[in-house]
């Protein structure tokens, strides 16, 4: 490894301190919701290692495993550009051969980094005139050769490498969950202070719109 467990301490509790910055901004009002399953937080280990209920709002918890997945991508970037040679080679090709466009997700804030950069379609309402994952395809320069083959052994050695890149993300995941865990008190006092009582007061509010009349 790359990065000792300090550092990643370190990165862990400038990431906690921006979430905890960021919290109180949030309502529910401000973020719609969507009914795909989020690949990023749905079964994540940081979400338990921070103690946090299923119940809490995607938005909130969107927004805590996207600043931490970031310490983990960037220790993997560090750790292929110093170690992982072919890999590195590959991916950095792969950059610029599909470089140039508009790309919807650059530049995003944590909350909204990987989620989808268009709104649900909904059957009682007309088409959208474009997308933004559209414009992106439409705005996408073709390339003018194809990329050279790859070599068996090139092949096997990348191969190789990937498995060593995965081993080196999952040891930096569980490094990352435990360092997360010292910060359970400040988490779940936040959400206690900033989220459960706009939550309630949704649902008191719901609670008497749906009440029949007298």
């Known amino acids: ?13 400038a990431a906690v301190d921006s979430w905890l910055r960021w919290l109180p901004t949030w ?3 401000t973020h719609r919701g969507r009914a795909r399953l989020c690949r990023r937080c749905t079964g994540s280990p940081m979400i338990s ?3 946090i209920d299923v119940d809490v709002p995607h938005q909130v918890l969107h927004a805590l495993v996207s600043r931490l997945q970031r310490i983990i991508d960037r220790d993997v970037d560090e750790f292929t550009a110093n ?5 590195h080679a590959e991916l950095t090709g792969e950059d610029l051969w599909n470089s140039g466009g508009y790309d919807p997700a650059a530049g995003l804030d944590p909350e909204f980094e990987g989620l989808d950069p268009d709104p649900e379609p909904e059957e009682s309402e007309q088409p959208y005139l474009f997308t933004l994952s559209g414009l992106a395809e439409e705005t996408r320069p073709e390339a003018t050769l194809p990329r050279p083959p790859l070599s068996p052994e090139e092949k ?4 190789r490498e990937i498995e060593l890149a995965d081993a080196h993300a999952d040891s930096v995941g569980r490094e990352v969950c435990f360092a997360v865990m010292s910060h359970r008190a400040r988490i779940t006092t936040a959400i206690e202070r900033f989220v459960e009582p706009q939550i309630r007061a949704m ?4 609670s008497r719109h749906l009440e029949p009349p007298v």
Not at 83 to 87: M, S, V
Not at 156 to 159: E, N, T
Request: hydrophobic content about 40%; aromatic content about 0%; proline content about 6%.
């Open 1 to 13: 490894m790359t990065v000792v467990g300090s550092s990643i301490d370190t990165r862990v509790d």
């Open 27 to 29: 309502s529910p009002g």
């Open 49 to 51: 290692a921070a103690g």
């Open 83 to 87: 170690e992982l040679p072919a890999l």
């Open 156 to 159: 096997r050695r990348i191969r």
């Open 203 to 206: 649902l008191d509010d719901l």
